[in-house]
């Protein structure tokens, strides 16, 4: 049987969709986790949605925390959550651990640009919003 197929992204069926986000390699789950921008980053790289990285400011948008601003400070590629820098829950024995979140709960404030690759793919997709104006127009 097979381990992982990117096919099964095409099914309908549940259970297969589950399969697919569980068995799936990091560089597969890194997709996963990624979270809508803000409507100022949104109109300034063009974009709905990036893919978290460490060091993003996030806002917690539903939950408990919602409301919450922070940085992030970790994300679980394996379990496909983010932590963010100040949101603890207090443990049984009176220790602080970092909660985890779904990152389909955040929005992202302000993004960290340092990375090339992600300024290239903010830069594609500018390109493709322009070319498509042209086309329109």
């Known amino acids: 049987m097979k381990e992982w197929s990117n096919k099964w992204v095409a099914s309908v069926k549940p259970r297969k969709q589950r399969k697919y ?3 799936a390699p990091l560089h597969v789950k890194q997709k ?3 979270a809508h921008l803000s409507e ?4 300034r790289f063009g974009k709905r ?4 990285r460490k060091g993003d ?3 917690v948008m539903r939950g408990s925390n919602k409301g919450f601003k922070g940085k992030i400070e970790r994300i679980d590629l394996k379990t496909s959550k983010v932590y963010v820098e100040g949101l603890n ?10 909660r985890p979140i779904d990152p389909s709960n955040l929005i992202i404030i302000d993004s960290k640009m340092e990375d090339k690759r992600r300024q290239m793919i903010v830069e594609r997709s500018r390109e493709t919003k322009e070319k498509r104006k042209g086309k329109g127009g």
Do not use: A, M, Q
């Open 89 to 98: 829950v207090k443990k049984v024995d009176g220790s602080e651990v970092l």
């Open 32 to 34: 996963f986790v990624s």
């Open 57 to 59: 400011e996030v806002k």
């Open 21 to 23: 986000r569980h068995k």
């Open 40 to 43: 100022v980053l949104r109109n």
């Open 49 to 52: 949605s990036l893919p978290l």
